[in-house]
């Protein structure tokens, strides 16, 4: 039996640090000593704490300050705002900790598929901590990138739906670390894959050591056994699949027998052959692929069959592998219920006319019996965890693309090809999906929804957030998606906003409240991916007077459909009943926008 070697400095520490406290409770007890049997008990603590797993050390972050001591609220850019029909999309300026914490109360549970592309941490000015870029020289450089990523990932798993699954794009530097944080946050058992990513075409002559050609997404889910969807069936897959008989689809051959006869044995029989008349068996220890009644219906496809005892228990047995006083007794043959002289035509016309039965014979119809497989009930491929190229892109693609949308510049250094993000969506998303990237960069998730929805008629929405740092938020996301929502004509629409701050240290609830309530529309906004202003159908009120506004301007032309009530306002009868008569369905905005949210 092996020692745990650890355990064992641990539980000798600890007996340590009982002694001592037994010393100190001895001695006569003041201050001091209090102080120092509580110093024991944080030390014992730490002691005790898990060994195994991801060790760091824990930094805290400007935005950590700011969020002790102001709440952070939505501001709309009004003047950004894309009317485009189909579905409301958000695109977030600000850190990306303050806008996940306000997703929290907005969308707790309710994101299906988050994909994010952080910094990598390289050492190359890729990651700023605090304002200032993590260079190769800070002995912290990781646990700065780790507890960043750590508090943002453990909001990200609470937005994640049941059936919810979350992509991380990373390269080598960080892939270990990163892969063990997700195991503390999501859980070693909702670990789904380590995608690699052929992120090259070419490789580089100048390369030293092994040259890089792939990079990682790591997939982690929010439940167990969570599934991808399948893909596409390509060309060259369909390819193998024909029609020679003129049956309701292409089909291919397959198998008609599956192994273990020993036990199956009810379904080890012979079949006679239409064309020649042969008893067929299947191979040694195999089995017919369906039960006896459902062979007899295809047979019958063919001529009139019946089930007839052959006594064959020694043929049987043979191919079960067992003794003949154990095989199966009274199973029955498949046989023609006419002479062989009679059926034969019938058989033979079937086979020159078609469409033949599920279950064939090759060489002409004189040989072997196979099983047809419909290319409509296999379904789409499976993925796996390695992506190349030429199906998903590259990060020349990727550069292209920008390239081509930003009128031959190039404003973002590492985008990643919408081919690529197309299929994570393909494989993690429905049809009407909320999708999540709170390291959006330069926006490719966004144009990837877009283009998916375009092409399937899918009706997914997406969320962005980043920081506008040398304006990239304004100049690079924002721009993109405004570009391809006029040069792809995507019906889609997108409001922008900004994360503020309402300060709240020493301050009483009441205090404040006034100004949270102004940033109301905002969050209902996002919540329920609508746009209130000039909306005909929609609309919100956060006061009583704005209420009782709203009811006296109520006419013959109003087609309001939906209210969003503030959670304080209470309705009185006339009210009720006039918005009621009206068929105005009424939506409580909640009151957890601006409060803290319980665990």
């Known amino acids: 039996m092996s020692t745990n070697l650890s355990k064992q400095k641990r539980d000798e520490l600890i007996a340590k640090i009982g002694k001592i406290r037994d010393f100190i409770s001895s001695a006569p007890q003041d201050e001091n000593t209090g102080n120092l049997l509580t110093y024991l008990s944080d030390l014992e603590k730490d002691v005790c704490v898990k060994k ?46 303050a806008a996940l914490k306000l997703l929290e109360k907005t969308h707790k549970s309710r994101i299906d598929l988050i994909y994010i592309d952080p910094p990598y941490n390289t050492g190359n000015k890729d990651f700023i901590y605090d304002d200032i870029f993590v260079d190769k020289t800070d002995l912290f450089s990781h646990s700065k990138w780790l507890s960043f990523m750590s508090e943002r990932l453990q909001t990200a798993k609470k937005l994640l739906s049941k059936d919810g699954a979350i992509f991380i794009s990373i390269d080598d530097k960080e892939e270990a670390g990163l892969r063990l944080l997700c195991d503390g946050i999501f859980g070693e058992n909702c670990f789904v894959a380590n995608i690699s990513w052929q992120r090259t075409y070419s490789i580089r002559n100048d390369s030293k050591g092994i040259p890089l050609e792939v990079e990682h997404i790591l997939v982690y889910s929010r439940e167990e056994y969570w599934q991808p969807n399948k893909l596409p069936r390509t060309a060259k897959m369909n390819a193998s699949y024909k029609n020679p008989d003129g049956d309701r689809c292409a089909w291919m051959s397959g198998s008609p027998i599956a192994s273990d006869a020993k036990t ?33 219906k295809y047979m019958n496809g063919w001529c009139k069959y019946k089930l007839e005892d052959l006594h064959d228990d020694e043929k049987r047995a043979e191919i079960c592998g067992v003794p003949v006083s154990e095989v199966r007794k009274n199973v029955k043959a498949i ?28 060489s002409k119809g004189k040989g072997g019996i196979r099983r047809k497989v419909y290319a409509d009930s296999v379904g789409g491929r499976i993925t796996t965890n390695y992506w190349m190229y030429d199906e998903v892109g590259h990060t020349d693609e990727a550069k292209k693309e920008l390239k081509s949308i930003f009128d031959g510049t190039i404003p973002f250094d590492t985008p990643k090809p919408i081919r690529l ?89 009441y205090e404040y409240a006034s100004e949270l309530l102004k940033h109301v529309r905002e ?77």
């Open 52 to 97: 195994y797993g991801l060790v760091f050390e824990e930094h805290r972050e400007e935005i950590d300050e700011i969020l002790d001591t102001h709440t952070p609220v939505l501001k709309e850019e009004k003047d950004c705002f894309i009317c485009h029909g189909g579905q409301m999309n958000f695109l977030i300026e600000g850190d990306n900790l």
């Open 264 to 296: 199956h044995q009810g379904m080890v029989y012979a079949i006679q052959h239409p064309l020649t008349g042969k008893l067929l068996y299947p191979n040694h220890t195999a089995h017919w692929r369906y039960s006896q009644e459902q062979m007899l």
């Open 335 to 362: 046989v023609l219920e006419q002479p062989f002289e009679q059926s034969y035509p019938i058989a033979k016309a079937v086979f020159d006319n078609g469409p033949w039965p599920r279950f064939y014979f090759t």
């Open 421 to 509: 993000l197309e299929r994570i969506l393909q494989i993690a998303s429905k049809d009407d999906s909320v999708i999540l990237d709170f390291f959006a960069g330069s926006g490719s998730m966004g144009h990837a929804v877009m283009k998916l929805n375009a092409e399937d008629g899918g009706n997914r929405r997406f969320i962005l957030c980043t920081n506008n740092e040398n304006n990239i938020c304004r100049d690079v996301t924002y721009e993109r998606l405004k570009r391809v929502m006029n040069q792809d004509h995507y019906a889609a629409s997108l409001k922008y906003c900004k994360i503020d701050y309402v300060p709240v240290s020493d301050r009483l609830y």
């Open 523 to 599: 969050l209902a906004e996002l919540e329920n991916g609508i746009h209130f202003m000039g909306n005909p159908e929609i609309a919100i009120v956060l006061t009583e007077e704005e209420l009782e506004l709203f009811i006296m301007e109520l006419d013959e032309t109003s087609k309001y459909r939906k209210l969003y009530l503030g959670h304080d306002i209470l309705m009185d009868a006339r009210q009720t009943e006039i918005l009621k008569d009206r068929k105005i369905t009424i939506n409580t905005i909640p009151d957890y926008y601006y409060k803290e949210l319980e665990g």
